[in-house]
């Protein structure tokens, strides 16, 4: 069954660093998230991706993320300079059409020192 | 309180019982979504249910969604040891795409 898959599954960093999140969503999915997780807390929504182009973010998605699709596979998570609350699991997810099932990645465990 | 909140927010039970958690948000939504995560691992989906839906069942699972008081419910009949993780609802809003909204979750612990 075909999975979403997320790299690396650690990262550790110091803070102002930069980190980038890889993610290859389902093959045939059109739609595409990142979300994040803080330890203890909630999954909080960051930003969602359509047709090459950012549909909706979070307040958290400041200036210092960016997201990008460079090929037809890869989805990528890009913090510019990490601060010690960035510090979270990071999920990708993805999904066909509207209104259909997230699928959700493994996940990468960001530690910012 | 917030969208998708999960009642209770722990559970401890037998193996063999049934375990129900159930969900409640705010707003209107076009589908909720119930979700698995072990400790400090991924969220695996479990069921998708629509907002014209009121059950859907897939093995062991049964939900039911109640748009009228909004809330939802989770049943997991027959529990197992391996059935210990932690549950959650995400709501998917009219008023925001697909992107979903989870709660709090509900740890469930299921005793051999």
């Known amino acids: 069954e075909p999975e979403v898959t997320q790299t690396p599954s650690h990262q550790v960093t110091q803070m102002g660093q930069e980190v980038i999140l890889r993610c290859v969503p389902i093959s045939n999915h059109l739609y595409f998230y990142w979300y994040r997780q803080i330890l203890g807390q909630k999954v909080e929504f960051l930003v969602s991706?359509?047709?090459?182009?950012?549909?909706?973010k979070s307040e958290i998605f400041d200036d210092q993320f960016s997201v990008e699709r460079p090929d037809g596979s890869n989805f990528t998570l890009k913090i510019r300079s990490t601060k010690l609350e960035d510090s979270a699991m990071y999920f990708c997810?993805?999904?066909?059409?509207?209104?259909?099932?997230?699928?959700f990645g493994p996940g990468t465990r960001l530690l910012v020192l | 309180s917030q969208q998708g909140e999960e009642d209770p927010q722990a559970l401890s039970i037998q193996e063999g019982e049934n375990a129900t958690m159930n969900c409640s948000y705010k707003?209107?939504?076009?589908?909720l979504q119930w979700y698995r995560q072990n400790s400090g691992r991924g969220l695996v989906h479990l069921i998708l249910i629509r907002s014209n839906e009121r059950e859907k069942h897939s093995g062991r699972l049964r939900v039911t969604l109640d748009t009228s008081k909004k809330s939802s419910s989770l049943l997991i009949t027959a529990s197992r040891a391996a059935d210990t993780a932690s549950y959650f609802c995400?709501?998917?809003?009219?008023?925001?795409?697909?992107?979903?909204?989870f709660g709090e979750g509900t740890q469930l612990t299921v005793n051999p």
């Open positions: 991706f359509y047709n090459n182009e950012i549909s909706e």
């Open positions: 997810a993805s999904h066909r059409g509207t209104q259909e099932t997230q699928y």
């Open positions: 995400a709501t998917a809003e009219e008023t925001s795409g697909s992107r979903l909204t």
């Open positions: 707003t209107s939504i076009n589908n």
